[in-house]
């Protein structure tokens, strides 16, 4: 039997004069606007905003993946760097990077080792199983569709138990019907244990059936246009879509982000 692995610490995530601007031939690119967040321990958050906003280039800043311009940040008071080499996070990406001369259960099994934490054969196929990918255990990323390999990625992430998970996109490469159902099944893993999220979502539903709070961006640069508290119940089954409450926040959602593009669209109007 597997010794027993207990998670990280849910951590509060600090964001100080964060910036991110790129520069090329073309010129410098401002992506990320100085931006001062915190994100509370256990907390879970979405991010939404235009396509190219900025939101994914805050999670790789937050991860440590990038380098910020100005700024810094703070995981439980340590650098990304530092949770990172204790595998104290967890990233999933929009391309899942399966490796392709590994299994569906050899890959989740890998990220314990790289994470330096005991095998452990149940965890891993209890996630398999829950992310809907009974029978595949055994198939390699090529005999997969895109959505399976993305619900085997996010299995990958999940099954260190980290502290903070930052996910981008997540359920982006499924299908309708199993983004609803990884929607409501998901959440209880990390919501269980506590575990501070971050994700970035296009889906204004789903940002609003998950989240504790969704943060609302502008066109880029990315700048907070609106800070929306989700107080709806847990757990949420996919009958509180029908709720007044529900659709409030969605609208009220909806409504920033219309009002985020109609102020990157002033000043050209204004030309």
Known sequence: MAAERHPAAPPEV?????????????????????????????????LV????????????????LEAPTTG???????TPLA???????????????????RTVRGNVALALRLARQPADEEAVARLIGLVGLDGFAGSRPAALSG???????????????????????????VDELTRQRLAQDLPRLWEARGTTTLFVTHSVTEAV????????????PADVV??????????????????????????RV?????????????PLAAE
């Open 209 to 220: 059936m998950i989240a504790d709070r969704v943060l609302v961006f502008s066109p880029r």
């Open 226 to 251: 609106e800070d929306v508290t989700v107080d709806l119940p847990r757990p949420r089954r996919a009958d509180i879509a029908l709720s007044d409450a529900f659709r409030a926040l969605t609208e």
């Open 83 to 101: 949770v990172r080499r204790r595998a104290g996070l967890a990233v999933g990406f929009q391309d899942p990077s399966l490796l392709p001369w």
């Open 72 to 78: 810094r940040v703070e995981i439980g008071g340590e």
């Open 254 to 266: 909806s409504a920033a982000l219309s009002a985020g593009f109609a102020a990157a669209e002033r």
């Open 147 to 173: 959505g399976m390999r993305q619900r085997a990625a996010i299995a990958r992430c999940l099954v260190t138990r980290p502290g903070l998970l930052l996910l981008d996109e997540p359920f982006g490469a």
């Open 14 to 46: 600090t964001c100080r004069g964060l910036s991110r601007t790129f520069y090329g031939r073309g010129g410098a690119v401002e992506a990320v606007r100085p931006l001062d967040l915190t994100f509370a321990a256990g907390e879970t958050t979405a």
């Open 49 to 64: 905003g235009p396509s190219g906003c900025g939101k994914s280039t805050l999670l790789r800043l937050i991860a440590g």
